[in-house]
């Protein structure tokens, strides 16, 4: 039972332009949503995260909106650079689950110069 | 946010032999970290949640006996993966829950240790 899933693997953007990942979730009940990012053989970093009392969080050139009656979050990126090229994961916790993530199947971002 | 560092980074061991990955929180004390792992092109999945002073705690389908874990301090804890078999290679991360500060609501993660268990 997938709670948190990515359905786009992959996505290929140009530098300049805008980066839009989603992902989508199941449990209701989640309450904290995060991304990270990952490049090969190391460990995610942490780079956004929203609460469900928001519906829209922004930190530099990174943009979360989290629209819950759809179940739906998405990662903007503005503009885009080839630096940001990574995998990028959704990942989702509950009101009882601190600290435990349940993570979507990540994005692999292309950005290309 | 919070330094967590893994060792070793790779490991290459024959089947049957036994592994210790190491996890240190560098800049705060961890009653609790979490042990992820990550099979080629899939999510993260959660192994155990290693708890100081006591019992670790196993999520379903992950074999207990199979994956030690022991919190020894307050900045250190060991996985080992006993008895390794080809289907145990995979990427191990452990993580740490932020401070108050931070936001205990995040993770902050190890650079991963990749085993390959010939």
């Known amino acids: 039972d997938q709670q948190v899933k990515q359905n786009s693997p992959s996505l290929s953007v140009q530098e300049g332009r805008i980066s839009i990942l989603n992902c989508d979730y199941t449990?209701?009940?989640?309450?904290?949503f995060l991304w990270y990012k990952k490049y090969p053989a190391e460990g995610p970093t942490f780079l956004i995260s929203i609460s469900s009392i928001k519906d829209k969080n922004e930190d530099g050139r990174f943009t979360v909106f989290l629209n819950k009656s759809a179940k739906h979050l998405s990662l903007h990126i503005v503009p885009s650079q080839p630096g940001d090229s990574a995998v990028y994961f959704c990942a989702a916790s509950g009101p009882s689950n601190t600290g435990k993530l349940i993570f979507g199947q990540g994005t692999t971002l292309q950005v290309k110069p | 946010g919070a330094v967590v560092s893994q060792h070793p980074s790779w490991v290459i061991c024959k089947s049957g032999t036994s592994v210790k990955i190491e996890c240190r929180s560098l800049d705060f004390q961890a009653t609790t970290m979490f042990w992820y792992r990550q099979f080629p092109k899939q999510s993260l999945m959660l192994m155990a949640t290693s708890n100081e002073g006591s019992k670790a705690t196993y999520e379903q389908g992950v074999e207990k006996d199979k994956f030690l874990i022991n919190h020894a301090s307050l900045t250190l804890s060991t996985l080992t993966v006993t008895s390794a078999h080809p289907e145990d290679s995979s990427f191990y991360i452990c993580?740490?829950?932020?401070?108050?500060?931070?936001?205990?609501?995040?993770?902050?993660f190890g650079s991963g240790t990749q085993l390959s268990v010939l």
């Open positions: 993580s740490v829950p932020g401070d108050s500060t931070s936001g205990n609501e995040k993770l902050f």
């Open positions: 449990n209701s009940m989640f309450d904290y």
